[in-house]
């Protein structure tokens, strides 16, 4: 049998349920009140909100709360450093989505944020997100100096060139040319998997988690990271465009290298149960109630959506 059977089922927990819908909306109660805080033109506040009120699941900062609760930590300390992930992913998708990317008309269920504010205050949107999540981090009143810098220092690197952003840049360069699976990892290892971990660090700097832990739990984050992407490659062939919030088929007709095209659905799925097996074995190096980050775990691998 494989490893992963024993966690694979499609019901949710009421604990998950229930952990997942009060976080989600605890992170989106925050975002009119952090973008009415700065003064700016009408305009990129709407189409800000857009994008951050579109929808979308929330992992990243369900990620962060999840770290806390492990701890029993209580999650107020990690409000704003949640919120500040999610501002960094939800500009990412915006910036994925112009037309010098992905050129994608819908997300989120609704028209691409610059097909309806135009793609000078896309980009600008994007930016404004992006510096504001900095803004927000260091603004902190319940955190620690030092635990500010190595979250903004963590934070930054995933974002960054080093992280996302040269994962992007590599994901584009890659179109039309055939990668093997190493290089494919290397790449969404950075474009996906690095907001992903970086949330789970941030999260365990937050909780004070003891240095072995930390790296536990970033190790954890590298593979739910890769079984996120594997897992939105395989919703993109077999996913409903009601639920996944963008068109079905997006990645061939942007001719992009996925775990499908490579390895076919289920050379994908073999993958996906891979890095969630090992997923799972990191979480054994942690000492507190890893309930809720072992039901994300199988949440991310079983999603719809
Ligand atoms: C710096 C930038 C712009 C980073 C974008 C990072 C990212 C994960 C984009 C979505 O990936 P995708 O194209 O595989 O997913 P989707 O199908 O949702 O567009
Ligand atoms: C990183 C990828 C694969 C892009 C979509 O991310 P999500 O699937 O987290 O998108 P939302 O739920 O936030 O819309």
């Known amino acids: 049998m494989a490893p992963y059977q024993s966690f694979r089922r499609r019901n949710y ?21 952090v973008i009415n805080s700065s003064e700016m033109p009408r305009k990129l506040k709407e189409s800000m909100l857009y994008s951050l009120e579109a929808g ?5 900062p369900l990620l962060v709360y999840a770290v806390l609760d492990t701890y029993g930590i209580s999650a107020e300390k990690a ?16 910036h994925d989505d112009l037309p ?34 900095f803004q927000l981090i260091a603004g902190d009143k319940l955190l620690s100096a030092d635990k500010k810098v190595d979250i903004i220092a963590a934070v930054s690197e995933a974002s960054g060139a080093p992280g996302m952003v040269g994962g992007q840049l590599d994901d584009m360069e890659a179109e ?35 240095e072995e832990e930390q790296r536990a ?12 992407q594997i897992k939105d490659d395989l919703l993109d062939v077999e996913g409903e465009e009601s639920e996944i919030g963008k068109p079905v088929g997006s990645d061939e007709s942007n001719d992009k290298n996925t775990y499908v095209r490579l390895l076919g659905a289920d050379g994908a799925r073999e993958k996906l149960d891979y890095h969630t097996s090992m997923a799972l074995a990191e979480l054994e190096r942690v000492s507190g109630n890893t309930e809720v980050l072992k039901e994300l775990t199988a949440y991310i691998s079983e999603r719809t959506k």
Do not use: W
């Not at 979308?56 to 990243?60: A, D, S």
């Not at 819908?106 to 949107?125: M, Q, S, W």
């Open 13 to 33: 927990s009421v604990q998950l349920k229930t952990f997942m819908s009060v976080y989600k909306d605890r992170v989106e109660e925050l975002f009119p009140s």
């Open 56 to 60: 979308g699941k929330r992992v990243r």
């Open 79 to 94: 409000d704003k450093t949640a919120c500040a992930i999610e501002f960094i992913h939800t500009y990412s998708l915006i």
């Open 100 to 133: 010098a990317m992905d050129d994608d008309d819908i997300r989120r269920g609704r028209p691409t944020n610059h097909r309806v504010y135009g793609e000078a205050c896309a980009v600008l949107a994007g930016d404004a997100l992006l510096t504001q999540s």
């Open 176 to 210: 039309g040319r055939e990668v093997d699976v190493e290089e494919l990892e290397y790449i969404h290892a950075r474009k996906t998997g690095a907001l992903l971990s970086v949330a789970l660090q941030a999260g365990a700097v937050i909780a004070g988690a003891p």
């Open 217 to 228: 739990l970033e190790a954890f984050g590298k593979h739910i990271g890769l079984s996120f």
